[in-house]
């Protein structure tokens, strides 16, 4: 198929982190990237440690088409983990590199219109709209952007730490960005505190500009929840409102933690002066977390990360846990 680009074009690297696929799901995913416009990509597979016969239909699946190098990790990692393991593997001549989740649907130009739009810009990420479908593949939702009731809203460092915006499968990022920006943090031993998309923006952020392509380029696939057991009325509220100043606090400690490390992820690779200055933007949380009532107006989501942020500060500052700078 004829693309708007010269026969030489960047090397993309997708990086796809996968642990027990559904086939029919996987199947689907694989071959919106065989089908692909662009025609410069190749993919890193990296299975988590999926049982044996979860494996070899990933190996016999796609062990036919040289543009997928698959590896096996030894130990279960968790999706975060993995795909920062799955990252080290990318190779040195790569100039982007796309995440990708095992059960989605790319649109056949994701590719090429996301390098475009990088080239063009000189940005260092640019993300894209998704659309929302099913476990049957119905669509839920035109726009995920739009049923979050999301306004524009510019991605920048501070937007970031307040709340992350941009989504691991539909984002792709120069390759360069990956000096920086590993090895990832962990919590304790062996457990990251957020997701590997956030941590890649925040570098982006840092060292350059995101583009946000208001286009759905993803069909974003959801899965059912969990049912949960018919309570009484009373109990119900009890667990909702202790669920909720749980979810408050959790939620306040890990943006403050996410500050933190990123503070000391970039404090670690730069020393120079030039690299550091602009980091006083993050080095009060107080204030930028206020200033999330500002990233907040008018945007009903953001709003509600708000409030919760403002309740798991409060209760922060009443339990003195240091948690409260």
Not at 40 to 60: L, T
Not at 138 to 160: F, H, I, N, P, Y
Not at 273 to 299: A, C, H, K, P
Request: glycine residues 6%; contains cysteine; positive net charge.
């Amino acid at each position: 198929m004829r693309t708007r680009f010269a026969s030489k074009t960047p090397l993309v690297t997708v990086v796809l982190a996968c642990y027990k696929p559904v086939k029919e799901y996987f199947h689907y995913q694989v071959q919106s990237l065989r089908e692909q416009t662009y025609p410069n990509w190749k993919c890193v597979v990296y299975d988590d440690c999926s049982d044996e016969d979860s494996f070899q239909y990933i190996k016999n699946f796609l062990e036919n088409d040289i543009r997928f190098e698959i590896h096996r990790g030894k130990v279960n990692l968790g999706s975060t983990m993995a795909f920062a393991e799955a990252l080290t593997l990318v190779p040195p001549e790569s100039v982007y590199i796309a995440f990708c989740d095992q059960d989605d649907i790319w649109k056949k130009n994701k590719i090429e219109k996301m390098v475009e739009v990088c080239e063009a810009s000189g940005a260092l990420l640019v993300h894209t709209d998704q659309e929302l479908i099913d476990q049957k593949g119905s669509l839920l939702a035109k726009s995920c952007w739009g049923k979050e009731g999301r306004k524009e809203v510019r991605v920048d460092l501070k937007q970031l730490i307040f709340r992350n915006t941009v989504t691991g499968c539909a984002s792709l990022f120069r390759a360069s960005l990956l000096k920086n920006a590993l090895p990832f943090p962990l919590i304790g031993n062996d457990k990251p505190i957020f997701y590997h998309d956030v941590w890649i923006a925040l570098h982006a952020a840092y060292f350059g500009d995101i583009i946000s392509i208001d286009e759905p380029l993803v069909e974003y696939r959801q899965h059912a929840g969990n049912q949960v057991g018919a309570q009484g009325q009373g109990a119900r509220l009890k667990k909702k409102k202790d669920s909720f100043f749980r979810r408050a606090l959790a939620q306040y400690r890990n943006r403050l933690f996410l500050k933190n490390k990123f503070e000391s992820s970039v404090r670690s690779h730069h020393q120079e002066r030039s690299y550091l200055r602009d980091l006083e933007i993050v080095s009060n949380f107080r204030l930028l977390f206020f200033q999330g009532l500002r990233i907040s107006w008018g945007n009903s989501s953001f709003f509600k990360t708000w409030l919760l942020l403002l309740v798991g500060f409060g209760m922060a500052k009443m339990q003195g846990d240091g948690y409260a700078p």
